[in-house]
């Protein structure tokens, strides 16, 4: 066992010495451009296609393993027309998938991202509006678009271009208003559009309770990286969809809490970076003036 352990790893080295400098960026690009996609594909609709692919995949393995020849020969006879019945099953979820990845922008994808927008106003004016609403049992329907620029849904409203605030949010959900039915686009820090319609989620974990208010919001979360904020006109609950998941009951200040950590991580990591080197600034101070006395 040692000598081919030892065999296979000198066999290892020869390999790699072999290798070309193509070779190694190839393995880089190849790896970095798993990195950035996978992130891309976290929704409910996306993972289901995945899950039943790598199931396929590694139920073939094993039957080839354990050499289980006529269960292999069915399931190679399946992986065969696979591509075919995944795009049949599952073509709700590729043509979403694809919508995704094809309206990432390429800075993104290369990792080169624009100075993160002030978000704590746009988050503020949110929040007041919210709370307003849910007092006063005004449906809503807000969507903070991120790296997805959510082109196909901002068409289908009417595009307003205006800055956040408390009394825009109100005045366009205002139950008599035009737009009050559709979604509220809110992207690179302005109210880009609203009137705006969104795919609805056939998730079979919803609740029955729930209206196509809360369906277009979570429909919206699984076909992009979108997080959207619902409103319910019937009991005034504030719920937030994020991934395809759906958050409940949510007071304004855990509203204000939850908004903060989607929309503004870059700065919370900075903030617990910088409290993190001042701890340990502390540290090295406190053990110092320990050393001198002792």
Known sequence: MHKQEMSYIENLFTQ??????????????????????????????AMRVAKTVGALLIITWLTDVLNLHTLNFLMEQVMAVGLIA?????????????????????????????????????????????????????????????????DEYFKTGTQIDGQV??????????????????????????????????????????????????????????????????VSEETGTISVAVGGMLKRHLAPQTLERLLRSELCKETTE????????LRQKLQKKEKGGNGNEK
């Open 16 to 45: 790699l010495t072999r290798m070309q400098w193509s070779d190694y960026l190839d393995i880089v690009v190849v790896a970095y451009l798993i990195y950035r996609f996978l992130p891309m594909i976290r929704s409910s609709g």
């Open 86 to 150: 995944v795009v049949v099953l599952f073509q709700p979820e590729l043509r979403r998938m694809l919508d995704h990845l094809g309206s990432v922008k390429l800075k993104s994808l290369l990792g080169v991202e624009k100075p993160v927008q002030e978000m704590d106003p746009i988050i503020s004016q949110t929040v007041m509006a919210c709370e307003v609403m849910s007092r006063e049992r005004v449906g809503a329907l807000i969507v903070f678009a991120r790296d997805n620029p959510l």
């Open 165 to 230: 605030s408390e009394q825009l949010i109100r005045n366009i959900f205002f139950p008599k208003a035009s737009l009050h039915d559709g979604a509220m686009i809110i992207r690179d820090g302005r109210v880009a559009a609203a009137g705006c319609v969104l795919p609805l989620s056939d998730s079979h974990r919803l609740s029955a309770d729930l209206g196509t208010r809360h369906r277009a919001g979570v429909g919206m979360s699984e076909a992009s990286d979108a997080v959207v904020v619902i």
């Open 270 to 277: 900075n903030q617990e970076n910088l409290v993190l080197k």
